[in-house]
């Protein structure tokens, strides 16, 4: 094998596998990815796009527009509402013809702004080029990143600017970038990975300048060996390390890829940064390097439409502010009727019942699944089995803080570490009682921060 | 005849052990907050603002709280305090819970099919809820749940409806709703209700519910002045000024209604 595993090298593929550190828990999953060899279309304009103006965690941005106004292609629409927040910006000109509210992909209604496209598609005046970035000040490099609106695009949606402003008391010294792409049926970064390679290592080398770190490692999943081989070649001389993952998941979650690559645990409730460690996905290092060298704020992304009854599944290069209903229509329609429709992956995506969501920064997948596909079950009291425990990768108690969570023991539920669930799903997919362990998890967690927002905002007072 | 002689023995000297850990370690109890807390309703429900039945009573007591912040006491239990305190009577207006939605099943559509945990602050993490309208009653039962006089019964057909003569007033409800479909008001103005939430377009809302106000205005032309305020496209009742019960005729969709 050509790439560097993080062990030693020179085994073979077995051995080294085997010396990889593995996280605690997880599950191997079907991995259902039917769309690695589309390649990437780029969907025609729409007359109509929605752009919210949150597709971020954080403070929705301002709307620097009003209706009736012209706009163009990476015209500023919204700006940064605070320090935790990103601007968004236009997907193409035209008209902006209200300025409303849709419903988001968590079911919530967003604020949003209405653009009636023209047809011209007329770029705007792009941001100042670095034509040496190698040379710019990180702080340049950073300013640039808020200003493009980039946010991580593997889900989340944090903005990355803020990730990559540390505070002061601690050092990064590895960059990873996330390629690992574990949750099944999405494609959407395996595609970028062997069609945009030089653009990831670009970006991957412009944030390690921004940080000041030597250490660049992408991270891919062994079940991609094309992008693993595509990415290697590139990265040869440009000092970027390539590291092939065992296929378990959530290899993807942060601090499980920073434990099996630097074999550093993340403390429960601390940041990546405590063990100076940041973790970005590969979409978002490209939209980095897009952004500094051409100019080019955050207003398309990648997003797989799959499942069985798409007629034609495929990797698409979506504008912002698509509708999910437009997508699909590229995609050839469905063959037979969805019974459920999923934005993200199966595992950690959010269900929707209206294709009018617009994609958002973070639309990583649409995924639709056929009545065959889902199963209703009614939950059963939990069996003390403990298989939960044994797939939890944040070597939780899902079970029992489940029955803690039912009878509204929040506290407990909270001192018990419910913060530390990353949502991943591996809980519910092992329960043989059919519990909706995350959904209680979910409620434990919002709760929480509900508690702690009234606390901050009494103490405030 | 020694059992017997051994029972009573044991008997007396414990009881001169408790006599005198009593006499010696006992804690003073200020007769004032026993006799308000024999005044207290006992439900523990929090509406005051405390942590309890006695914890309001000690904090009257000691001047931290006034007497008349329980919505559940009544008029005279109040009178009785006032006079235990040697203040003033001021009595709060004793409120009542609305739930202001009349989406049941047969009116307001459905998204979804929902199969999760079956709470409304649950369903609200998945995609928003199974309901078409984002603002109505998700009619699982959380404030059911959390009313302590069992003053909430659920409709089978999935919403919730508030007993006037159970409710108290003390707001668990309001606090339990995660889409604040619940409005507590002043209970003498508790006449008509405007059973709507929504402040979305009439256009909008009627996609989704057939029983939406329509923000038609015939109720606020009709009204006295003041007496029925616009919010954007939805009704709602000036409860300082409220209009008479005649006005329920004129509303076309039946949203606005007497109280139930």
Redesign the interface.
């Known amino acids: 094998m050509s790439h560097k595993m993080p062990e030693k090298s020179g085994l073979n593929k077995g051995d080294q596998m085997n010396k990889q550190i593995k996280f605690y828990g997880g599950v191997k999953l079907d991995e259902g990815k039917m769309t690695s060899n589309e390649p990437i279309i780029s969907a025609p304009l729409e007359p109509l796009y929605t752009v919210p103006l949150q597709q971020h965690i954080g403070a929705p941005a301002k709307a620097v527009v009003q209706k009736g106004d012209k706009v163009l292609r990476g015209q500023l629409l919204g700006e940064a509402g605070s320090f935790v927040s990103a601007p968004v910006h236009s997907p193409t000109s035209g008209t902006v013809r209200e300025l409303s509210s849709c419903l988001g992909p968590a079911g919530a209604q967003l604020p949003a702004v209405v653009i009636e496209s023209d047809g011209e598609d007329t770029a705007a005046e792009p941001l100042p080029i670095f034509a040496n970035w190698q040379e710019a000040s990180p702080d340049e490099l950073k300013a640039r990143v808020a200003e493009a609106g980039i946010v991580g695009m593997g889900g989340a949606a944090f903005p990355t600017a803020v990730k990559l402003s540390p505070p002061p008391n601690v050092t990064i010294d590895t960059v990873i970038l996330n390629g690992v792409e574990c949750e099944p049926c999405l494609t959407a970064d395996h595609r970028l990975m062997l069609e945009h390679t030089e653009t990831i290592i670009t970006g991957a080398r412009i944030i390690a300048r921004i940080l000041g770190v030597k250490q660049i490692i992408i991270a891919i999943e062994m079940n991609k060996p094309d992008a693993l081989e595509m990415m290697t070649k590139k990265a040869e001389g440009t000092g970027v390390e390539v590291v092939g993952l065992r296929v378990l998941y959530p290899q993807g979650a942060e601090k499980q890829l920073i434990y099996t690559v630097t074999g550093r645990k993340v403390p429960s409730g601390k940041l990546p940064a405590h063990v100076g460690c940041l973790v970005t996905n590969v979409s978002s290092a490209a939209a980095i390097a897009d952004a500094v060298c051409l100019g080019k704020p955050l207003y398309e992304r990648i997003t797989t439409v799959t499942g069985t009854p798409v007629a034609k599944p495929g990797n698409i290069l979506c504008r912002v502010g698509t509708p999910y209903s437009s997508a699909l229509a590229l995609c050839g329609g469905v063959k037979e009727d969805p019974l459920k429709i999923i934005s993200g992956g199966p595992m950690m995506g959010m269900s929707v019942y209206s294709l009018d969501i617009p994609i958002i920064k973070g639309t990583s997948g649409i995924l639709l699944l056929a009545a065959d596909e889902v199963s209703q079950y009614t939950p059963n009291a939990c069996l003390r089995c403990g298989r939960c425990n044994d797939a939890c990768p944040m070597e939780m108690i899902p079970g029992i803080l489940s029955s803690t969570i039912e009878f509204h023991h929040f506290s407990l539920a909270e001192r018990w570490h419910v913060m530390d669930c990353i949502e991943c799903g591996c809980c519910s997919y092992v329960c043989p009682a059919g519990r909706p362990l995350v959904q209680h998890m979910r409620r434990a967690k919002a709760v929480a921060n509900a508690t702690r927002r009234a606390a901050e905002a009494a103490s405030k007072k | 005849m020694i059992d017997i002689v051994m029972m009573t023995g044991t008997g007396v000297l414990l009881g001169l052990a408790i006599g005198l850990v009593v006499r010696y370690f006992g804690v003073p109890v200020n007769p004032l907050v026993e006799s308000l807390n024999e005044l207290m309703p006992g439900a523990n429900c929090g509406g005051c603002g405390l942590a309890g039945c006695s914890d309001y009573a000690n904090a009257m007591a000691t001047g931290r709280a006034k007497p008349g912040l329980c919505p559940v006491m009544s008029a005279e239990a109040v009178a009785k305090c006032c006079e235990l305190l040697g203040v003033e009577s001021d009595t709060t207006e004793p409120k009542i819970a609305v739930v202001c939605c009349s989406g049941d099943d047969d009116h307001a559509a459905k998204?979804?099919f929902y199969?999760?945990?079956n709470?409304c602050?649950?369903a609200?993490?998945?995609?928003?809820?199974?309901k078409g309208c984002?603002y109505g009653c998700l009619g699982l039962g959380s404030c059911a749940r959390a009313c302590p006089f069992g003053a909430i019964e659920m409709l089978p057909n999935h919403l919730a409806k508030i007993h006037a003569d159970l409710c108290t007033g003390c707001g668990k409800c309001y606090m339990a709703c995660p889409r604040n479909v619940i409005k507590l008001v002043p209970r003498s103005a508790a006449k008509v209700h405007v059973y709507c939430n929504s402040p979305k377009k009439a256009p909008i809302k009627r996609t989704v519910c057939k029983a939406a106000c329509i923000g038609c205005r015939k109720c606020a032309k009709t009204a006295g002045e003041g007496q029925i305020i616009m919010n954007g496209y939805l009704a709602s009742i000036n409860y300082d000024n409220p209009p008479a019960e005649g006005i329920v005729e004129v509303c076309p969709t039946k949203c606005l209604r007497k109280a139930d």
């Open positions: 998204q979804a199969n999760g945990v709470d602050l649950n609200m993490l998945v995609a928003g809820g199974s984002t």
